[in-house]
């Protein structure tokens, strides 16, 4: 099964929400897409909340869409907070790779701690970009 997106245009970033089956051919697509929406949109502040089922895809998989994913937007983004529902213990290993290559993103288990953080990144200058809170 195919993907579905959902955008909504907040007042200072973009809201997206995918569902639908786990694939690296999804998430390569709708990240494309994401990219695609937030240029006509001028919007490079962007909330990505995954719902997408069925088995997670393995270490390399996720090592590789981060790694490529992050050369390929790389310098295009201000903020992108993550959210996957169902990801478990690869989120802190998605952030680091693609933090490692640049990329302006932070990982998250909830919308609204994604929310908060994405606040508090409008307030910040772009040394602070990267840093967040983390628990022990």
């Known amino acids: 099964m195919p993907y579905q997106i959902s955008l909504e245009q907040k007042s200072d970033y973009l809201h997206i929400s995918v569902s639908g089956d786990n694939s ?19 919007c490079f502040r962007v ?7 069925g088995p997670r895809l393995d270490v390399m998989e996720v090592f590789t869409i981060a790694s490529e994913g992050s050369k390929r937007a790389l310098g295009e983004y201000e903020a992108m907070a993550y959210v996957d529902v169902y990801a478990g213990d690869l989120l802190g290993f998605t952030e680091t790779v693609a933090v490692n290559r640049g990329m302006p993103v932070a990982v998250f288990s909830s919308v609204e701690d994604a929310k908060q953080w994405l606040r508090h990144q409008k307030d910040c200058d772009d040394q602070d970009i990267f840093l967040r809170d983390r628990e022990p």
């Not at 909330?47 to 089922?53: A, H, T």
């Open 24 to 42: 690296k051919e999804n998430v390569l697509a709708y990240l494309a897409e994401v990219r695609e929406e937030c240029r006509q949109r001028d």
């Open 47 to 53: 909330l990505i909340e995954e719902r997408l089922e």
